[in-house]
């Protein structure tokens, strides 16, 4: 909304700063943050209100999360109504991309909103059936992948980009769409089960945010993309204002996550905030890299697939619990060494990621 005050610009007044994205990401990540520090403690006691004994404790977890009960779910309305508010104040509304993210992101709000009210007020750890949710996560992923193929670029459409090598294109034509719906729904999915110890979902999101948001800068600009031989996606640029938003929100939400959690994400930010991630990657035709960026919850969702699988084919588990974090809380670390470690390798897998920008 603010880009258009640059029309007000001569060219060499203070006006003319809201023509930069990278001035527009700044206000954004601020107005996102000073936003979450102001309402976060009211939202938080709102909930705490309405949702009594909060969010419901699994009987078979770990013995220390019974500590954790009465502590409220769905904080990621925190980091969502910041998200939106800069996003719609700073980001140019004109560009098709910065919709198709949004559209994405609050659907899957939606679909964890109404998992978490179901928990809450039943107060039993089901919510939502599972195909239920995940019909509706797939419905919404075929159109944002339609959308995206429909804006990307024609050389670009329908197309998947391959990282490292030069101008490396596949024609998936058709199967596009099942793809980037796989990528979408599986990063929403990951993220949610990644969610599970207070601060280690928000922090990895944050991570992987800024470095979608640093690859959707550079390939958003010609002459980048053209130095570092790159796909120019016209447009994606304004998706770095939204990861910049993103990062601010959940820099506030974590103020009040941190071990000990005054508050849950829940499936309400949990959901939202992978579903993003994932149609970022979609959108700036780096699906692939999105793997190695967000590396930490590939790892997560592998853990709970690889535990039921074999436990259904063999009546055993390869691990103590999954997802995986459960499996170090069992082997006895404490929840902060497996949050901060968890943190470690997000980084690293990020600056692995944005790597392939490079190395071509």
């Known amino acids: 909304m603010l880009y258009w005050l640059a029309n007000l610009s001569d060219g060499g007044d203070f006006f003319n700063l809201f023509r930069y994205i990278t001035f527009r990401a700044g206000g954004a990540f601020f107005t996102a943050l000073i936003f979450g520090f102001l309402f976060g403690r009211p939202l938080i006691t709102v909930l705490r209100r309405k949702q009594g004994k909060g969010q419901p404790i699994r009987d078979d977890g770990p013995a ?3 500590a ?6 769905m904080g990621g309305l925190l980091i969502l109504s910041a998200l939106l508010f800069s996003t719609l104040l700073w980001a140019r509304l004109d560009e098709a991309y910065v919709w198709i993210v949004l559209g994405v992101t ?4 939606a679909i964890g909103f109404a998992d978490d009210y179901a928990k809450v007020t039943k107060q039993n750890t089901k919510g939502v059936s599972g195909r239920k949710r995940m019909a509706l996560g797939l419905a919404l992923a075929a159109v944002a992948a339609t959308l995206a193929a429909l804006v ?8 998947l980009a391959l990282p490292v090598f030069k101008d490396a294109l596949v024609n998936l034509g058709f199967f596009f ?26 922090m990895p999101v944050m991570i992987a945010a800024a470095a979608l948001g640093a690859i959707a800068y550079v390939v958003g600009r010609a002459d980048f993309t053209q130095y570092l031989g790159v796909h120019f996606v016209p ?4 998706l770095f204002v939204f990861t910049a938003a993103l990062i601010g929100g959940g820099l506030g939400f974590l103020w009040y996550n941190a071990p000990p959690a005054a508050v849950f994400m829940g499936d309400t930010g949990s959901l939202a905030l992978g579903g993003a991630l994932g149609a970022i990657a979609v959108c700036t035709k780096h699906e692939l890299v999105l793997g190695v960026v967000g590396g930490l919850f590939v790892v997560e969702a592998l853990s709970v697939i690889i535990q039921v699988g074999y436990f259904k084919a063999t009546g055993k588990r390869v691990f ?3 997802p995986i974090h459960h499996h170090f809380e069992k082997k006895g670390w404490a929840e902060p060494q497996i949050v901060i470690r968890f943190w470690i390798i ?9 790597a392939t920008l490079k190395v071509r």
């Not at 447009?235 to 304004?238: D, F, H, K, S, V």
């Not at 997000?346 to 944005?354: E, H, K, P």
């Open 64 to 66: 220390t999360h019974f």
């Open 68 to 73: 954790k009960a009465g502590t409220p779910t």
């Open 106 to 109: 609050y659907g899957y709000a």
């Open 152 to 159: 990307h670029p024609p050389e670009l459409a329908w197309q």
């Open 177 to 202: 769409i099942p793809f980037a719906m796989f990528v979408i729904v599986g990063a929403a999915n990951a993220v949610n089960l990644t969610d599970g110890l207070d601060g280690l979902a928000i």
């Open 235 to 238: 447009g994606t640029g304004e």
């Open 320 to 322: 103590l619990m999954a």
């Open 346 to 354: 997000a980084l690293i897998l990020a600056l692995i990621g944005l």
